[in-house]
């Protein structure tokens, strides 16, 4: 019994796909085949995966029903989180979306999942990915205040819904954590932010996030050992369609 983890699959069966990445990006082409035929190989039925976010492109559930379908058949215990273009999925409404799909698929928002001992803590996340001011060899100059302002607000929503989901994890005996963003911990000019610094403050052994997909944004946040927590990338081009396995 494994957990697995992957973001950023951006299904479109019913949606009309704009992306320019995914239209062009070698990575992106038969992306769903790759991806099925991977986790076949990779993933039991006694198994977990965990997708956290950026699921469909579609604007609302009907436009989602074939994408959330081929998420359900995939083999495994599927969690599903939030991310930043999941528009069928309202934060208010997520026991609606459980109601209507589990056992097949359980969303996860402002609660938590298990795997063996450990509690699952995931939330959408937010950081300020600008607009950065640059001069002619590329250094940031500055950035967009008004927007950073707004971005915080966002940050500090999110870091209650995760302290939320700690607390109940918490409350019910669980002292190994795992957490699950969709947006990355720390943008391209912090070092560490709340989000880090609440894995720290719970001992969440790993941070798992998505979002930073195409080359360009690899290297955007945190990879690997960092304060004592290890910080996984799970973009699905980013990991070549194949699920990170987080747990043996």
Request: proline share 3%; net charge negative; with cysteine.
């Given at each position: 019994?494994?957990?697995?983890?992957?973001?950023?699959?951006?299904?479109?069966?019913?949606?009309?796909?704009?992306?320019?990445?995914?239209?062009?990006?070698?990575?992106?082409?038969?992306?769903?085949?790759?991806?099925?035929?991977?986790?076949?190989?990779?993933?039991?039925?006694?198994?977990?995966?965990?997708?956290?976010?950026d699921?469909?492109?579609?604007?609302?559930?009907?436009?989602?029903?074939?994408?959330?379908?081929?998420?359900?058949?995939l083999?495994g215990?599927?969690?599903?989180?939030?991310g930043?273009?999941?528009?069928?999925?309202?934060?208010?409404?997520?026991?609606?979306?459980?109601?209507?799909?589990?056992?097949?698929?359980?969303?996860?928002?402002?609660?938590?999942?298990?795997?063996?001992?450990?509690?699952?803590?995931?939330?959408?996340?937010?950081?300020?990915?600008?607009?950065?001011?640059?001069?002619?060899?590329?250094?940031?100059?500055?950035?967009?205040?008004?927007?950073?302002?707004?971005?915080?607000?966002?940050?500090?929503?999110?870091?209650?819904r995760?302290?939320?989901?700690?607390?109940?994890?918490?409350?019910d005996?669980?002292?190994?954590?795992?957490?699950?963003?969709?947006?990355?911990?720390?943008?391209?000019l912090e070092?560490?932010?709340?989000?880090?610094?609440?894995?720290?403050?719970?001992?969440?052994?790993?941070?798992?996030?998505?979002?930073?997909?195409?080359?360009?944004?690899?290297?955007?946040?945190?990879?690997?050992?960092?304060?004592?927590?290890?910080?996984?990338?799970?973009?699905?081009?980013?990991?070549?369609?194949?699920?990170?396995?987080?747990?043996?």
């Amino acid at each position: 019994m494994s957990l697995f983890a992957i973001g950023d699959l951006h299904l479109h069966y019913q949606s009309v796909l704009k992306a320019p990445g995914q239209l062009h990006e070698r990575v992106w082409k038969n992306h769903e085949e790759k991806f099925r035929s991977n986790c076949a190989k990779q993933i039991t039925e006694e198994d977990t995966l965990v997708l956290v976010g950026d699921h469909s492109w579609g604007k609302n559930l009907p436009e989602c029903e074939q994408d959330l379908q081929y998420i359900c058949d995939l083999p495994g215990r599927k969690i599903l989180t939030r991310g930043n273009h999941d528009m069928f999925w309202d934060a208010k409404k997520t026991a609606q979306l459980n109601k209507l799909y589990q056992p097949r698929l359980t969303f996860l928002q402002d609660s938590y999942e298990t795997y063996r001992d450990y509690a699952l803590v995931g939330t959408k996340g937010f950081t300020f990915e600008g607009p950065f001011y640059l001069d002619r060899r590329g250094r940031i100059v500055g950035w967009d205040e008004e927007a950073e302002v707004h971005a915080r607000k966002l940050v500090d929503r999110e870091l209650q819904r995760l302290r939320k989901s700690f607390e109940l994890a918490k409350a019910d005996g669980y002292q190994k954590f795992i957490m699950f963003l969709h947006y990355p911990p720390t943008n391209i000019l912090e070092e560490r932010s709340g989000f880090t610094d609440m894995a720290e403050e719970y001992g969440a052994s790993q941070v798992i996030y998505a979002h930073c997909h195409g080359e360009s944004r690899f290297h955007d946040s945190i990879q690997g050992e960092y304060r004592g927590r290890t910080y996984h990338l799970v973009s699905g081009d980013y990991l070549r369609w194949k699920p990170l396995r987080v747990v043996e």
